[in-house]
């Protein structure tokens, strides 16, 4: 079983930059993909970016080039560094982490989209407002 928290939310500014951290703990972090997905208010979650067990980016294209995620094993964490926020960027974000190591979320169409039994963290706030 996986374990997943989620911290570094908080409000900023627009144009602003926030960095979240998903630890994890429970399984060998190294061997999962690791998923950010967001929620805003009266909003289906969105697919934020992933990063594969080999290191691979992927990104949506609403944050292509202000998000950068990255992962260090040897603390068992993935970070997603948040630069030139804005107000749409507003929402819970949540990390997330496949059941099965080596496999991934569902890729269609340059999105990726959870699986049904995924594992999740509690989601940390991001508030983008002046």
């Known amino acids: 079983q996986v374990q997943l928290v989620e911290s570094g939310g908080g409000s900023v500014q627009p144009g602003g930059s926030l960095r979240l951290s998903c630890a994890a703990s429970?399984?060998?972090?190294?061997?999962?993909?690791v998923g950010w997905f967001r929620q805003a208010p009266g909003k289906e979650r969105e697919f934020v970016a992933v990063?594969?067990?080999?290191?691979?980016?992927y990104y949506a294209d609403s944050v292509k080039g202000r998000f950068t995620i990255s992962r260090d094993n040897a603390k068992n964490t993935v970070y997603l560094q948040m630069n030139s926020l804005k107000p749409e960027d507003t929402a819970v974000y949540y990390c997330?982490?496949?059941?099965?190591?080596?496999?991934?979320?569902?890729?269609?169409?340059?999105?990726?989209?959870?699986?049904?039994?995924?594992?999740w963290g509690q989601g940390t706030q991001v508030t983008v407002s002046s």
């Open positions: 997330a982490v496949p059941r099965t190591a080596l496999t991934t979320f569902i890729y269609y169409n340059g999105n990726f989209s959870p699986n049904e039994d995924d594992y």
């Open positions: 429970g399984g060998t972090f190294s061997r999962y993909a």
């Open positions: 990063i594969m067990w080999s290191g691979g980016e």
